[in-house]
């Protein structure tokens, strides 16, 4: 009998059963800066997702320790970068509160409209930026025009455009420019009445909708598994906002024009739903402090500060509603001039966790979506 050969043709190492690690990043500008998410893949579903961070760590935390009260506020501004305000904000509500410090009245009300204004400025740059990582081009041309009038304000007022350096411990920098309220309040209205721009043309596209509806929903329970806050949590139904909740500045006495909007859904759409009505309550709490500041008597905005600063021992936590979410300051003090230990609880770094929970079970093609809708600054996750 004439013997035989048998010959297997194989498909490349049992592929029906063999999953493929896929790197997202961590090339800039991939994912709003330098993240790098790793995806395994079951075909064209993800079955798991590890974000690996760590790229663009810059040790605050630690430089911190090394710099005095007065120079740490330029190291704050800078992990999250579209909220450089608000960042400078926390570190000195931190210290104040070491000090039993009370900030002249004018210099609240400058500060809660300066923070509102800062958040209009970040929200706008992701309700630009999340259309078009979803292939639509034109409202990151429409939300740029809206953040260059709001820029231009907060520029005049500061000397930056990015990095404010406008806060002090005990109050401000310096009081506002002759007639600055009058041209701040023109560029709130002006913004005001071209938001229908996101209203109309990003909620109102039906390829948006389609490609947000329904993906990427995060339960409640996750939200306080992971410590989320922000926008994102109240897509899912937490209803949890530190200036209403806890106020701090003057956001006690703007609790009639302070609207927390939340949604249910928990999905893509209702994240940036949620974004774009809380844009729209900065620009009315912007106003609100205009009137406010109006009617206030001419009066200093600052509290005269010794040479050297140095805070009492001790250790104290403040906390603000950052336009991402709860930033968090723990601030452990020696009796010296410079922090024993500040700790910093930035909002993008909880978030941004959440993504092992989101991306699992869903399709590659929605992973950007998803990622997307986070609203995050990597320089905030790293710090």
């Given at each position: ?52 961070i ?10 911190f ?33 070491m ?12 500060r ?8 209009v ?73 071209r ?47 530190l200036?209403r ?41 912007a106003d609100?402090?205009?009137?406010r ?8 905005v ?9 805070a ?16 968090g ?10 922090p ?17 929970e989101?991306?699992?079970g ?13 609203f ?8």
């Amino acid at each position: 009998m004439t013997p035989t050969t048998e010959t297997t043709v194989g498909i490349g190492g049992a592929a029906e059963s063999t999953d493929m690690v896929l790197n997202i990043g961590p090339q800039h500008p991939s994912t709003h800066g330098v993240l790098r998410l790793k995806l395994v893949l079951d075909g064209e579903r993800i079955t798991s997702a590890e974000p690996v961070i760590g790229y663009m760590h810059r040790g605050a935390e630690k430089l911190f320790e090394a710099r005095d009260y007065r120079q740490i506020i330029m190291l704050a501004n800078r992990h999250d970068w579209l909220s450089a305000f608000s960042n400078e904000l926390g570190v000195v509500l931190a210290v104040e509160r070491m000090l039993g410090m009370e900030v002249p009245t004018r210099a609240v009300w400058t500060r809660t409209l300066l923070a509102e204004l800062n958040r209009v400025l970040n929200h706008l740059m992701f309700l630009g930026s999340y259309p078009l990582e979803l292939g639509g081009i034109t409202p990151v041309f429409y939300a740029f025009r809206e953040r260059e009038v709001l820029q231009n304000v907060m520029e005049e007022v500061s000397g930056g455009r990015m990095h404010y350096m406008f806060n002090r411990v005990g109050g401000l920098k310096e009081d506002l420019p002759a007639g600055w309220t009058t041209r701040a309040r023109g560029a709130v209205a002006a913004v005001r009445s071209r938001m229908d721009v996101f209203d109309d043309l990003v909620l109102g596209n039906e390829i948006f909708r389609g490609r947000t509806r329904g993906v990427g929903a995060l339960s409640a329970e996750a939200v306080h598994a992971y410590g989320v806050s922000g926008p994102v949590a109240r897509a899912s139904g937490v209803d949890f906002d530190l200036r209403r909740d806890e106020p701090y500045l003057a956001y006690g006495e703007l609790q009639d024009t302070l609207k927390v909007v939340t949604r249910t859904d928990g999905d893509c759409l209702a994240r940036f739903e949620c974004l774009l009505a809380q844009t729209h309550n900065a620009l009315d709490l912007a106003d609100a402090c205009l009137d406010r500041l109006a009617e206030l008597a001419p009066g200093p905005v600052n509290q005269r500060l010794p040479k050297v600063l140095k805070a009492p021992e001790g250790h104290t936590y403040a906390w603000t509603e950052n336009p991402l979410g709860i930033n968090g300051y723990y601030l452990v003090s020696k009796g010296e001039k410079t922090p024993y230990r500040l700790k910093l609880r930035s909002a993008s770094y909880n978030n941004i966790q959440a993504l092992a929970e989101l991306l699992p079970g869903t399709l590659v093609a929605d992973m950007v979506a998803i990622l997307g809708s986070l609203f995050f600054v990597v320089g905030d996750i790293d710090k």
